[in-house]
């Protein structure tokens, strides 16, 4: 072989050996690359390397992109998830806890951080929520009173999904359980003061039927004691008149009534009208003053707190014995509020019940208040009026000595 021959043997040797050791190191560049965490950027390189890297780096951009979108929608989905009123489970094989909103956390009394990867029947002993999970019966919702959430009923709902996984909804129901159990004792309570006067009038009916046609043998009813029975029944259906008036009341007064009008209330002659009704209902067995030298005015509705002060003023009479003193006050208060103010000489409250006073029906002593014309439902009349109009109740009582029932008024509503 000549020279020549040898020497472009060794030139072509060298440039191979050079492209192979250059092709060596660029691979070793991009096995590093590939092994480095996700986002380290693409090594940079000359001619078809380079080529080949500038495509990789554009699909690593691409990747990274749609890595970023699908993240930003997981962060949506969690985010509406925890914002849910409602707390979302998911168990997987073996009821093991995989995810849980932060609702569901308080709802069940779970921790979001150190339960998840725990089956949760380790954590929730309760024997039915076991057989609930064990034979679940899929939109049947079970009521629990969970042991890590003392006081709260709960509802729960599951759902299967995917190959052995579940979804399990909870909601906290105790306030509505509340109002269920409120609504229930309302309508026993009405029906209940209802039944009474009606049983009284309808034995009444019964007697005068049978007196005025006896049967043969019979006496007839003497006319005085007809007159006196049928003075007692009408007594009764003024009961029931009275209870079905302030029911009404109640009733427009309560929530999703439109707030009370903006009149100009002259308190004056809206004074001077209770004090005159209360000593109508005295009938001269009390010494009741009245003492004004509040604002003029006052705005709202007129009717309602005609009937608020109404209401405290004749339950001073109805809870004094005869011979007993009863103050009505309105005045102006340091800050420029404004209280009408009902003072007795009384029987008094024991301190316990003074904060059940305005529930509806609530009665310190059933007999006294039926006895002096009481539906129970006066304080939870005065009760809705005052917050209407934004004032305040504040009940001062001891046994024995008598009561102060103040209504305050704030200084907004005084009108000039
Ligand atoms: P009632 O029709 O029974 O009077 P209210 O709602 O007006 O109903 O009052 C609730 C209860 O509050 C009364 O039954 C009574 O026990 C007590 N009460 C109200 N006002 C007085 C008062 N001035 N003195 C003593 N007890 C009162």
Known sequence: MSAIAWMIGAVLGVVLLVLA????????RLIRWAQAPLGEPVPEAGGLWGEAFLALHRRARAAAESRRQLQQELDRLEALTQALPEGVVILG????????????????????????????????REPEFIR?????????????????????TLQIVSAPFGADRMLLLTRDITQLEKLETMRRDFVANVSHELKTPLTVVAGFI???????GPAAGEAAIPAEDAAHYLALAFDQAGRMQRLIDDLLTLSALETGAPPPPQERVDMRALLAEVREEIAALSAGQHDIRLEEDGPAWLSGGGAELRSACGNLASNAVRYTPAGGSIVLAWRTLPGGDAEFAVTDSGLGIE???????????????????????????????VKHVLERHQARLVIESQAGRGSTFRAVFPAARVAD
């Open 206 to 212: 019964e007697m005068l039927k049978d007196g005025i």
């Open 93 to 124: 094989a073996g009821q093991v806890i995989e995810w849980l909103n932060g609702q569901a956390a308080r709802d069940l009394g779970l921790d979001a951080g150190r339960d998840i990867g725990a089956p949760i029947i380790n954590l929730m």
């Open 21 to 28: 050791v250059r092709g060596h190191v660029q691979l070793l």
């Open 351 to 381: 301190s316990q019940h003074i904060l059940r006073l305005t529930e509806r029906f609530y009665r310190v002593d059933r007999g006294r208040s039926r006895e002096s014309g009481g539906t129970g439902l006066g304080l939870a009349i």
């Open 132 to 152: 609930h999970l064990e034979t679940p019966q899929h939109g049947v919702p079970l009521l629990l009173r969970a042991r890590r959430n003392p006081g709260r």
